[in-house]
T-cell receptor
Framework: GESVGLHLPTLSVQEGDNSIINCAYS??????FIWYKQESGKGPQFIID?????DKRQGQRVTVLLNKTVKHLSLQIAATQPGDSAVYFC????????????FGKGITLSVRP | GAGVSQSPSNKVTEKGKDVELRCDPI?????LYWYRQSLGQGLEFLIY????????KSGLPSDRFSAERTGGSVSTLTIQRTQQEDSAVYLC?????????????FGPGTRLTVL
């Protein structure tokens, strides 16, 4: 698999490979983190979330890792499929901030057949 | 069940005109949010409604922008005297509103183009 920070706008992976999308956040008060997937012409779709009292959470083919020490969040997609092609956003919110989310700029995942 | 719906899906208007964008949240969700997404950018928070509390308007970019939520359900975002820089996709999201840390579900958005 390949990994890239949000400062690089596009990640291209081969179908079947694992994908790793990274996100750095700056607000140390943030304690709830979410990954969204956005397909062309659609609204963001919730993928997986994690709270700050955890460092790893797994879903179906996806895993989110949280490293609070370095304020880093990553999304791992196993066996990437063409349907995974989309823009991925990380989002964060601190406790008590009425769930107002701060989004990263997003990265495009392109899956090569 | 039904998700968040928004209307219209696309809106083209002339500079200086007013526009209204509508959001129907998921039934039972007490929290409603508006975000703006400019081309190739992330989402920018605009306004947040929670139950009967005063809305958090801290993200509204100017006084030309306003929003209301009637009866704790449907919300309307109004942009007065539209400018070309208002062109963007306007996204609405809703959540259960429990304790401030719950998942937001998004609608498909309204694409606004100001000519």
């Amino acid at each position: 698999g390949e990994s890239v920070g949000l400062h690089l706008p596009t990640l291209s992976v081969q179908e079947g490979d694992n994908s790793i999308i990274n996100c750095a956040y700056s607000n140390s008060a943030s304690d709830y983190f979410i990954w969204y997937k956005q397909e062309s012409g659609k609204g963001p779709q919730f993928i997986i979330d994690i709270r700050s009292n955890m460092d790893k959470r797994q879903g179906q083919r996806v895993t989110v890792l949280l490293n609070k020490t370095v304020k880093h969040l990553s999304l791992q997609i196993a066996a990437t499929q063409p349907g995974d092609s989309a823009v991925y956003f990380c989002a964060e919110t601190p406790t008590g901030a009425n769930s107002k989310l701060t989004f990263g700029k997003g990265i495009t995942l392109s899956v090569r057949p | 069940g039904a998700g968040v719906s928004q209307s219209p899906s696309n809106k083209v208007t002339e500079k200086g005109k007013d526009v209204e964008l509508r959001c129907d949240p998921i039934s039972g969700h007490t929290a409603l949010y508006w975000y703006r997404q400019s081309l190739g950018q992330g989402l920018e928070f605009l306004i947040y409604f929670q139950g009967n509390s005063a809305p958090d308007k801290s993200g509204l970019p100017s006084d030309r922008f306003s929003a209301e939520r009637t009866g704790g359900s449907v919300s309307t975002l109004t942009i007065q005297r539209t400018q070309q820089e208002d062109s963007a996709v306007y996204l609405c999201a809703s959540s259960l509103g429990w304790g401030g840390l719950d998942t937001q579900y998004f609608g498909p958005g309204t694409r606004l183009t100001v000519l």
